[in-house]
Antibody, heavy 121, light 107 residues
Framework: EVQLVESGGGLVQPGGSLRLSCAAS????????MDWVRQAPGKGLEWIAR??????????EYAASVKGRFTISRDESKNSVYLQMNSLKTEDTAVYYC????????????WGQGTLVTVSS | DIHLTQSPSFLSASVGARVTITCRAS??????LAWYQQKSGKAPKLLIS???TFQTGVPSRFSGSGSGTEFTLTISSLQPEDFATYYC?????????FGGGTKVEIK
């Protein structure tokens, strides 16, 4: 069974840092692009980061709202994906979801349960 | 950035009703569009990929159509478990973007 389990969320002050983890099971992340999507309280979905797979040189992409502050990475030996978040702002408060991309249609076929990040003083 | 406009943003319908949600893209995205269903407090669930391909396990009352800039999600006969928020997503260009969502409520 495919599962994505996020962890690492919590309360952090503005300007602080946090590292989110996404542990995958039931499949190998080496075969997939992996993404992070967030959802601010009561708001819609926002894609924020992508890590491609090895055939695509593990290249990354970011939304403008997080570029230069957030870094996505992967550790295939642990079958895990990470999101290092620095210089956090109050507007980064959201539930953060880890997702897996389908190879053919490029949609996100599996999502984790999400982890809440609250940026507040 | 490609902007996706969903309409309506809210709809109230009865069980058994036929419901159509529209997603318009600010520029052509071929068929790189997905539809997700999100229930309160839960992660989104993929319903339709490639504009019209429904995922395994998704009821056949859900269907998707369109290409280019205009897409629709249709629920042929609304069931109690379908009351949720629906989002479209374009996967053709970075940044990947979502529509603003359509909340479907019980009439």
């Amino acid at each position: 069974e495919v599962q994505l389990v996020e962890s690492g969320g919590g309360l952090v002050q503005p300007g602080g840092s946090l590292r989110l983890s996404c542990a995958a099971s039931g499949f190998s992340i080496s075969d997939h692009y992996m993404d992070w999507v967030r959802q601010a309280p009561g708001k819609g979905l926002e894609w924020i980061a992508r890590t491609r797979n090895k055939p695509n040189s593990y290249a990354t992409e970011y939304a403008a709202s997080v570029k230069g502050r957030f870094t996505i990475s992967r550790d295939e030996s642990k079958n895990s994906v990470y999101l290092q978040m620095n210089s956090l702002k109050t507007e980064d408060t959201a539930v953060y979801y880890c997702t897996r991309r389908i190879g053919g249609s490029w949609a996100f076929d599996y999502w984790g349960q999400g982890t809440l990040v609250t940026v507040s003083s | 950035d490609i902007h996706l406009t969903q309409s309506p943003s809210f709809l109230s319908a009865s069980v058994g009703a036929r419901v159509t949600i529209t997603c318009r893209a600010s520029q052509g995205i071929s068929s790189y569009l997905a539809w997700y269903q999100q229930k309160s407090g839960k992660a989104p669930k993929l319903l339709i990929s490639a504009a019209s391909t429904f995922q395994t396990g998704v009821p056949s009352r859900f269907s998707g159509s369109g290409s280019g800039t205009e897409f629709t999600l249709t629920i042929s006969s609304l069931q109690p478990e379908d009351f949720a928020t629906y989002y479209c997503q374009q996967l053709n260009n970075y940044p990947l973007t979502f529509g603003g969502g359509t909340k479907v409520e019980i009439k």
